[in-house]
């Protein structure tokens, strides 16, 4: 496994915008394609977002719309973009490679992410 960097997380007010930040070493090079995730305090952990190596994206329902998913291959960093968050968005959010394999092989800590009504 190789540990990736998230951050960019914080405490906001409903209706504002964060952008998360995860930095994982060579998944660029290694072809990998990154998800994130979140896991709420209630324990549910939800896929929220993957970009494939190729650049496609896909988004949960929840957040389809709201949210965007991109990255920087120069800097291996995958970002998500959130805007117009709600309470209920409120999690630890993390990213991976949305396959695990030989090569691609990470996960993060996570970053906390709060929004108040």
């Known amino acids: 496994q190789v540990q990736v960097q998230e951050s960019g997380g914080g405490s906001v007010q409903a209706g504002e915008s964060l952008r998360l930040s995860c930095t994982a070493p060579g998944f660029s090079s290694n072809n990998c394609g990154m998800e994130w995730y979140r896991q709420a305090a209630d324990n549910q952990r939800e896929w929220v977002s993957t970009?494939?190596?190729?650049?496609?994206?896909t988004y949960a329902e929840a957040v389809r719309g709201r949210f965007t998913i991109s990255k920087d291959e120069a800097e291996d960093t995958v970002y998500l973009q959130m805007n117009s968050l709600k309470p209920e968005d409120t999690a630890m959010y993390s990213c991976k490679s949305d396959l695990v394999s030989f090569f691609c092989n990470y996960w993060g800590q996570g970053t906390q992410v709060t929004v108040a009504s």
């Open positions: 970009i494939s190596a190729d650049g496609l994206t």
